[in-house]
């Protein structure tokens, strides 16, 4: 990497964190809004019906409610933490890749739209996807996360998405058809009935609460936290730091907040050794790998590597091979002119009906998985995981009964690129 290369993406990560704040400045301005009333917001208790209930409101989430409003379905989106976007947001990995793949982009639809319509309202420039890169990272697109995440709840508002923050299910019960979800959050306690479960948890926590088989090793990639620092004896040059949390585990609350606590110790203990200030610190740790499910199709890292067309892709991947481990990382860049696929079977979890899984938990191996799991993938995924949701709800049946040829045609009609289109 040259030094104006990693110039400029220092200064690409610096815009994404911070964006135009000035740090250390007065209040320029004091504004003022009024919050509307929340429905049932005097009420504890609440009971709602959906057609789709999606749980997570990461970056294959937030896609996914979006396409199933956009659909016509009834939505809501349940996320335990304040803000959409997940790792992109407030895991701050604000540059999703990949989109493109060998001169052509080979993921679009609603995710794409949103991540330009991002970098459009912030001033910023887009790829030349025509144009080969020689470093798969050089193609990324950088956003503003705060930006992202704003525009992301605009997006489910007019797609007729309700969002809940803080809430996350408790219980999920089976019914004649669909689910009964009881929800909670600080102050409310909801019961959803939904025709169709989107989980999008990163971890397949729904799937895990059905005691639905989950896989993953014993060994876990590091999640990281990315900070800034501004150094003493380089006093105004803040330089954006990247922290490895070895055995971070996202599988529970008491799990996050051991990373979470680790994190933020060892960045204080830096702080005080290199006596820097500490400009910007992302919320959370990023987490990389959870459960996966065992889904009606596993994708295996030969079915990656190779590119292996499946009979019912719904979506592209591309990314290389990219597994963390204590010694690094060595990507390993596929071939030249392969693009992997992603199956809808993969999102099905095994033996289950009205339930369907996008994101990180797609059904993969651990080597297959380290590719897929990036955010382009991700809402790629999440689109093909709404729109079959959606057209299950309509229709009365599960997503694996739908007709792939009409998941199909409502996936291009929101703009995404399907295997074989391109």
Known sequence: MTKKMKSSRRDFLQHS????????????????????????SAEPEITQSVDVLVVGGGTAGTI?????????ASVLLVERNSQLGGTMTTGGVAYPGLFDAWGRQVI??????????????????????????QRHYQNQVFTNQFLHAILAEEKCGKAGVQIAYYEFPQAVTKTTDGWQVDCVGFGTRRRVNCKQIIDCT??????????????????RQPGSFLFMMDKAHEPGRNQIHRLYVHGADSTNSRTVTTANLTGRQSILTMLREKKGRL???????????????????????????????????????????????????KPQPLKPGIVPTVPLRALIPKGSRNLIVAGRCVSSDRLANSGLRVQASCMAMGQAAGAAAALAAK?????????????????RTHGAIIPGDA
């Open 202 to 219: 990163g971890g397949a926590e729904v799937v895990g609460l059905l005691d639905l088989p989950r896989l993953r090793e014993e060994e």
């Open 108 to 133: 679009a639809g609603i995710g794409w739209e949103l991540v330009k319509e991002s970098v459009e309202l912030d001033g910023g420039t887009l790829p030349d996807f025509s144009k080969v890169p």
């Open 395 to 411: 229709s009365g049946t599960t997503p694996l009964e739908v007709p792939l040829k009409e998941i199909h045609d409502l996936l």
């Open 17 to 40: 964190l911070l964006g135009s704040a000035g740090l250390g400045l007065g209040i320029a301005s004091t504004s003022e809004v009024q919050a509307a009333p929340a429905p049932n």
């Open 279 to 329: 400009m910007h610190l992302q919320p959370e740790t990023s987490f990389r790998e959870s459960y996966r499910i065992q889904g009606e199709t596993l994708i295996t890292v030969n079915d990656y590597s190779s590119g292996k067309k499946f009979d019912d892709a719904v979506c592209h991947a591309f990314y290389p091979v990219d597994l963390h481990t204590k010694n690094g990382v």
């Open 64 to 72: 996914a409610a979006i396409q199933a409003g956009r659909a016509g």
